[in-house]
């Protein structure tokens, strides 16, 4: 059976990382713990690894509702708990009078020390408060290389995942139909708007697919990839529901609130 048939050629080679992961803990019988996966990879792993064989996986990311997370494969007869996940939480001090920190600043800061993005999960951001995920085995290089983000001088405290701010993101759900799995179709479809607008976005980089910049107007969306269009939100593909008779596309997507 060729595996790769079922995805894009650009995840070949995290497809090839899946695969030699299962093998490991077949062959070892040890788990093997991987970096933080965004849902798109996460979904690809669900697929390989799938449900029943002798290699099981949990995937955990420091509290519910967040989007990257860890995942255990481990075989079928070890009994796995959180600690195994091996994930730190950190909240972000600064002084919330004087300045204001974005998430964009958080993560430019973070992916600034040379770490691969792998090692970070989610950033929480409520009510001047923040908070991010990162893997235990580079908490100690974060603190210490972390002392400003933007403007402000900042101070990095570890806390237990239970302090973990509420991650719940409302997303809408809505049925569409389009007539293809074209990003500039799909994109027309949950916006709103006209394909040629759709179209000018792409080309003028406003679009993002799974966090990567996406110039491509034919790229053929699937299920949980994520959709950002710069100022329209985010919105991701929860299900593709095969073909109308008029052979157009049923597809439910999440509009984040």
Same mark, same amino acid.
């Given at each position: 059976?060729?595996?790769?048939?079922?995805?894009?050629?650009?995840?070949?080679?995290?497809?090839?990382?899946?695969?030699?992961?299962?093998?490991?803990?077949?062959?070892?019988?040890?788990?093997?713990?991987?970096?933080?996966?965004?849902?798109?990879?996460?979904?690809?792993?669900?697929?390989?690894?799938?449900?029943?064989?002798?290699?099981?996986?949990?995937?955990?990311?420091?509290?519910?509702?967040?989007?990257?997370?860890?995942?255990?494969?481990?075989?079928?007869?070890?009994i796995t708990n959180e600690d195994e996940f091996q994930i730190s939480l950190f909240e972000i001090n600064y002084p919330t009078k004087?300045?204001?920190?974005?998430?964009?600043?958080?993560?430019? =800061?973070?992916? *600034? !020390?040379? $770490?691969?993005?792998?090692?970070? /999960?989610?950033?929480? &951001?409520?009510?001047?408060?923040? %908070?991010?995920?990162?893997?235990?085995?580079?908490?100690?290089?974060?603190?210490?290389?972390?002392?400003?983000?933007?403007?402000?001088?900042?101070?990095?405290?570890?806390?237990?995942?239970?302090?973990?701010?509420?991650?719940?993101?409302?997303?809408?759900?809505?049925?569409? =139909?389009?007539? *293809? !799995?074209? $990003?500039?179709?799909?994109?027309? /479809?949950?916006?709103? &708007?006209?394909?040629?607008?759709? %179209?000018?976005?792409?080309?003028?980089?406003?679009?993002?697919?799974?966090?990567?910049?996406?110039?491509?107007?034919?790229?053929?969306?699937?299920?949980?990839?994520?959709?950002?269009?710069?100022?329209?939100?985010?919105?991701?593909?929860?299900?593709?529901?095969?073909?109308?008779?008029?052979?157009?596309?049923?597809?439910?997507?999440?509009?984040?609130?």
């Amino acid at each position: 059976m060729n595996i790769y048939q079922h995805f894009r050629p650009e995840e070949r080679e995290f497809i090839d990382q899946v695969l030699q992961w299962k093998n490991y803990v077949e062959t070892q019988y040890t788990p093997k713990l991987t970096d933080f996966l965004d849902p798109r990879e996460q979904h690809i792993l669900k697929m390989i690894i799938g449900e029943n064989g002798d290699v099981n996986f949990q995937l955990f990311g420091g509290s519910l509702n967040v989007e990257r997370k860890r995942a255990l494969i481990y075989p079928d007869y070890l009994i796995t708990n959180e600690d195994e996940f091996q994930i730190s939480l950190f909240e972000i001090n600064y002084p919330t009078k004087f300045v204001t920190i974005e998430h964009r600043q958080v993560l430019g =800061t973070l992916m *600034s !020390l040379g $770490l691969k993005r792998g090692k970070f /999960g989610d950033i929480l &951001i409520k009510d001047g408060r923040i %908070q991010f995920f990162a893997a235990k085995e580079v908490i100690e290089f974060i603190k210490s290389n972390v002392e400003s983000i933007g403007k402000a001088g900042v101070k990095l405290v570890e806390t237990s995942l239970g302090e973990a701010i509420s991650a719940k993101e409302l997303w809408e759900e809505n049925d569409l =139909t389009v007539t *293809s !799995l074209r $990003l500039d179709t799909v994109i027309s /479809g949950i916006y709103h &708007i006209s394909r040629q607008k759709s %179209q000018t976005f792409i080309q003028q980089g406003l679009v993002k697919v799974n966090w990567a910049l996406s110039e491509n107007p034919a790229f053929h969306c699937e299920i949980s990839d994520m959709i950002s269009v710069r100022g329209y939100g985010r919105a991701k593909i929860i299900g593709i529901d095969g073909k109308t008779k008029k052979e157009k596309w049923r597809i439910i997507v999440g509009k984040q609130k």
